[in-house]
């Protein structure tokens, strides 16, 4: 049976068929979804029956795999699975994974273990398709911008909801602090795309005040987040959703009433960024080879 793409939206995602991703793939089958990743950049899997070892042998097909995360604890006994838990905070904060650390991962999964009744999106958006959005002036002034990338901060929780299990996390979240400067626009190693490379973790422009960065890094913010860029995803169980950490943002919508929600996490080893001039991104502070190797 032949793999067939079938989008989702114009901008970003698509449903994947006609392969059983429990199973080892072979090289037609990997470079048929490293092809439709590229183009569409999320890609959902429907009725799929996974364990955390079969995800992680699903995700070892596009490289090697991360730990869990540089700081957060993973799944008991599966050093490379994050659990995505309710109970442990709540991404409700655009973002692209792990990027204040000097090689952000290539690619991550989420699958579905237990789902809301209602809500619980996540939603993910390209940020190639915000870069081709912006007018010429601000999309010749991105491609010369650098900026700061750091988790000294909590971005799931509000400060003023902090209590003490949540100042724990926040804890645990800062206990390696990182700082890593990454190109404001990134050019992606496979496709050649130009893609905002800024999120959540990205808290000021090199060079910049913090209050002249903010608004800044809001402009170009506004062009990743328009509607039309952006893919809600509603969850079902036994669902797998690859998404390119490279060229995209996410974020988890928190309109379940605190029921439980949980993913799993797997993201596979990603390179280095490189801007438009060829030049990579530098680590300012942390050092993060106990969590990722450098993809090459």
Known sequence: MS???SKVTANIGARVSGVDISKPLDEEQVTAIREALDVHKALAFDDVHLDDEGQQAF??????LTTAHPTVAAVDGAPNVLPV????????????????????????TLRSITIPPYGGETLIASSAAAYRDLPAPLRALADTLWAEHTNDYDYAVPDEQIDEEQA???AQFTSIKFRTAHPVVRVHPLTGERGLFIGGFAQRIVGLSVGESRK?????????????????????????????NRITQHYAV?????????????????????????KESYSIEGDASHYTSVAE
């Open 3 to 5: 793999i067939e793409i």
């Open 59 to 64: 995700a070892r097909h596009f490289g090697d």
């Open 85 to 108: 838990d309710s109970e442990r905070g709540r991404a409700n904060h655009w973002h692209t994974d792990v990027t204040f650390v000097l090689n952000p991962p290539q690619a991550s």
């Open 168 to 170: 724990a996390q926040r």
């Open 216 to 244: 800044l890094l809001d402009l170009f913010q506004s062009y990743v987040t328009r509607p039309e860029n952006i893919l809600r995803w509603r969850w079902s169980p036994n669902q797998l959703v690859l998404f390119d």
């Open 254 to 278: 928190d309109n379940y009433d605190g029921l439980p929600r949980r993913l799993h996490r797997v993201t596979v080893a990603g390179d280095v960024p490189v801007g438009i001039e060829g």
